[in-house]
């Protein structure tokens, strides 16, 4: 379990996330076309998973736009943007604000990857979805980066994840 | 377990809709604010949920304005939305459409409504949300009508649906 904020307020996650060096935990999500997909689907790229309560939300919106921007110059590396909402939800989000540079994946069928992650929120208003998160994956799946909130209201830190992609 | 249709192709819903007749099972939802409601919440008045897979797709979307209208004219009744989008999602389509005589309610906290209203998706494109279906609650919280739609594509039967309000 970890502590985060939430509009100032403590709030807490189901677990704690992937340990740095660790392997990332396989997971199943469901992409804008309704297939599934898991960690094996990106394999030989880094990855930028960019976990978020929902983009229908102002920050998921403004973080997911930046992670577009920085995807766009980078075909080494694929830019996850993870969230409960369902992949209706994300396709529109993403057509409406013509993002095409990140793949957006849902947790519509369980929360199974929200709990292997740590990030499942357990109090506060959005009880049941994920506290905002990055972590970074190197081609191997090793997690080189992770942060969690602290404040899950505020943007991530975004210099410090591109910078462990440079 | 029922089986209905997707697209043609054959799915199966986790349960049975509650029986005409029984008492209504309790539940615990999300609302636009993000507050949960239950059953309790409209004690003393009569209730048509309507329950679908995703207000982000085009037959959820139809049926939300249809009972939007009626909703309108009808206070003395309450139209419950019902689905697994979160409620940014439901209050942003709400906002757009201006379908506020209705009320959405979402399952983003987990699938118990789902479950204990037999309507989960065990299989096909739409595994993990609902089937679409509509069932009318009594003041006393009695079952006195229900429809599973057989083809999760086609609209409800309206008129059947609203002539047990009346």
Do not use: W
Not at chain 1, 124 to 141: F, H, K
Not at chain 2, 95 to 114: G, I, P, Q, W, Y
Not at chain 2, 143 to 164: C, D, G, H, K, S
């Amino acid at each position: 379990m970890a502590n985060a904020l939430f509009q100032g307020k403590p709030a807490h996650t189901s677990g704690e996330l992937p340990k740095v060096g660790s392997k990332a935990p396989d997971f199943k999500l469901t992409a804008g076309d309704l297939s599934e997909v898991t960690l094996a689907n990106f394999k030989g790229k880094k990855k930028l998973l960019s976990i978020a309560h929902s983009l229908d939300t102002g920050v998921c919106a403004a973080s997911t736009k930046k992670f577009n921007d920085f995807a766009k110059n980078r075909s080494d590396v694929v830019v996850l943007v993870v969230t409960a909402d369902l992949p209706f939800a994300q396709v529109r989000f993403c057509t409406g604000e013509g993002l095409k540079n990140v793949v957006t994946l849902s947790m519509m069928r369980d929360r199974h990857f929200a709990k292997d992650y740590g990030v499942l929120l357990t109090d506060t208003p959005i009880a049941g979805l994920c506290a905002r998160s990055t972590l970074v994956l190197d081609e191997n799946d090793k997690v080189l980066y992770t942060q969690l909130g602290p404040e899950l209201t505020v943007e991530p830190d975004y210099d410090k994840a591109f910078a462990v992609l440079k | 377990m029922a089986d209905i249709t997707h697209r043609g192709n054959p799915v199966h819903t986790s349960g049975d809709l509650p029986a005409v007749g029984s008492r209504a099972p309790d539940f615990r939802l999300t609302d636009a604010e993000l507050k949960d409601v239950s059953l309790a919440d409209f004690k003393g008045k009569k209730k048509l949920l309507n329950i679908f897979p995703s207000i982000d797709t085009p037959t959820c979307a139809l049926s939300t304005r249809k009972f939007n209208e009626y909703a309108a004219s009808h206070p003395e009744a309450v139209i419950i939305m019902v689905s697994a989008d979160l409620p940014f999602a439901q209050k942003r389509f709400c906002t757009a459409e201006n379908t506020n005589n209705v009320k959405t309610l979402s399952m983003m906290r987990d699938r118990h409504f789902a479950k204990d209203y037999g309507v989960l998706l065990l299989d096909g494109l739409y595994k993990g949300i609902t089937a679409r279906a509509i069932v009318v609650i009594d003041e006393n919280d009695k079952v006195v009508y229900t429809e599973l739609v057989p083809e999760i594509r086609q609209e409800p039967n309206y008129e059947a649906a609203l002539a047990t309000l009346m």
